[in-house]
């Protein structure tokens, strides 16, 4: 495990409602994460008075001078190619040098995964970078990719985010052999396209650096059947959108039901404890910071609305991934994976590295 003092680069212009989140939330995350220090880029004349109004933070904390930066609407080439003196560029750029350990941002998706890419690269042994974060289960916590990055992925890139994914479980969740499953339209071996097929046999292999289950379907995200679920991007942003969807209609009709007369709300106030404790189980601040996998870099992805809280939150899990020396685990691993498919005389091909989000 790494001991050393830690360093952060933040996108301080990046999302909704920077940079007063960003800076609340690094003020946080110091207390939180004792020894950490950070690079805040951005406009000093709007960063440097919400800074000073939080005590002891000017003291590990440096404003970097940003003249610019990465808007919403921004498609990710238009950001690579006009906004190099950007906030979001420029934190990335630090932790792909070494002045910081890693990158956190909760600015526009699409921009930030073009510009790590082409500013860290991605790491020997993956083709493709993929966006992982966790979701709440009936069983604790699962981590599921690729949930954006990469639209289309054959059999290699499924393969490789299994390892992606079984590392991150393993750093993040504390578990030694985190199960895995491949998303499938059933659980049945001879279920799913030739690509699903071909890495779950990768998977299955004597020497596999993952503890693979094998097929899951749609309803075992949600109970926790496996520690790791593995997707293509537009199945994955599909699946997790229509989750987020579900729990804010279920809410908002249990919300609903306890205003329909003077005995449900008395019943709510009988209730109350265990809904807010309902709440906290599955407030999304607490799962926020999607992580690029794969990037020969640590690059977190707060998401855009978060307050300080949730932005906290993403700032501890780039501080887990780097302490527990998440890169390294994933290096081994992936060479592992090359060396089953090598014995298996059916090692994929090399494919041109493309994202899926623009």
């Known amino acids: 495990m790494g001991t050393g003092k830690i360093v952060l680069a933040l ?58 930066a990465v808007l919403a609407e921004d498609k990710p080439s238009f950001a690579l190619r006009r906004r190099r003196k950007s906030s979001m560029w420029l934190a990335v750029d630090a932790a792909a040098q070494g002045h910081a350990d890693t990158v956190v941002s909760a600015g526009n998706t699409g921009a930030l995964l073009a510009i790590s890419m082409f500013a860290m690269r991605t790491i020997a042994g993956a083709h493709r970078p993929a966006l992982a974060s966790f979701l709440p289960t009936s069983r604790g916590e699962t981590v599921m990719l690729d949930l954006g990055a990469n639209l289309e992925c054959d059999a290699d890139n499924l393969a490789e985010f299994a390892v992606m994914g079984s590392v991150f479980a393993q750093v993040l969740l504390g578990l030694d052999r985190p199960k895995v499953g491949l998303l499938n339209v059933g659980s049945e071996e001879e279920k799913g396209h030739e690509e699903l097929r071909q890495a779950a046999a990768w998977l299955r292999g004597e020497k596999s650096p993952v503890n693979f289950h094998g097929f899951v379907e749609g309803n075992d995200i949600g109970s926790g059947l496996v520690d790791v679920v593995v997707t293509d991007g537009f199945t994955g942003n599909i699946a997790l959108k229509s989750i987020e969807g579900t729990a804010k209609v279920v809410f908002g009709f249990v919300g609903d039901a306890f205003k329909t007369s003077t005995f449900a709300k008395i019943g709510y106030l009988f209730a109350s404890g265990a809904w807010n404790k309902l709440r906290k189980r599955v407030d999304p601040r607490r799962y926020n910071g999607g992580v690029f996998l794969g990037l020969d870099g640590v690059c977190v992805k707060s998401h855009g609305g978060t307050d300080a809280l949730g932005f906290a939150y993403a700032i501890g899990v780039a501080v887990d991934l780097v302490r527990y020396e998440y890169k390294n685990k994933l290096a081994e691993g992936l060479t592992k994976l090359r060396e089953v498919a090598s014995a298996a005389e059916a090692s994929p091909a090399t494919l041109q590295a493309s994202g899926g989000v623009e």
């Open 11 to 68: 996108d301080g212009m990046g999302g909704d409602h920077a940079p007063d989140v960003i800076v609340n939330g690094a003020d946080i995350a110091r207390e939180r994460y004792p020894g950490t220090s950070f690079l805040l880029f951005g406009d000093p004349a709007r960063l440097k008075p919400l800074v000073d109004k939080r005590k002891g933070l000017s003291q590990v904390l440096e404003i970097v001078p940003a003249e610019d």
